[in-house]
């Protein structure tokens, strides 16, 4: 939290009031620091906790496209033409359903 020539880097320092307290609203935030020392504005309080929440965003949909790259059939189009393959496999599509709907049970 602290620099080598003593200044405090306040959104790290805000970071880790949040990582100590994540359920804190921003004045809860901003009197724990004022506690130790440490001033900050409430603009900054919440600009530090927007960028936090947006950097879980994207974490979050990076991890979608990373899974979805994993799946086998790229082309919707290709993947209907494998259910139709297979509903002729089994009898047509009702009995397709049939099964789907003893698979769901």
Do not use: C, W
Not at 9 to 38: H, M, V, W
Not at 76 to 100: C, M, N, S, T
């Amino acid at each position: 939290m602290s620099k080598a020539n003593g200044k405090v880097n306040k959104s790290q320092a805000i970071r880790d009031a949040f990582a100590a307290a994540p359920a804190a609203d921003s004045k809860a935030i901003i009197n724990t620091l004022g506690e130790k020392g440490i001033k900050v504005s409430p603009t900054m309080v919440y600009y530090v906790r927007s960028k936090q929440k947006h950097a879980l965003r994207v974490e979050k949909r990076e991890r979608v496209a990373a899974s979805s790259r994993g799946t086998p059939a790229k082309n919707p189009v290709e993947l209907v033409q494998q259910v139709k393959d297979l509903a002729r496999e089994v009898g047509g599509i009702d009995r397709l359903k049939q099964l789907v709907d003893l698979l769901a049970e």
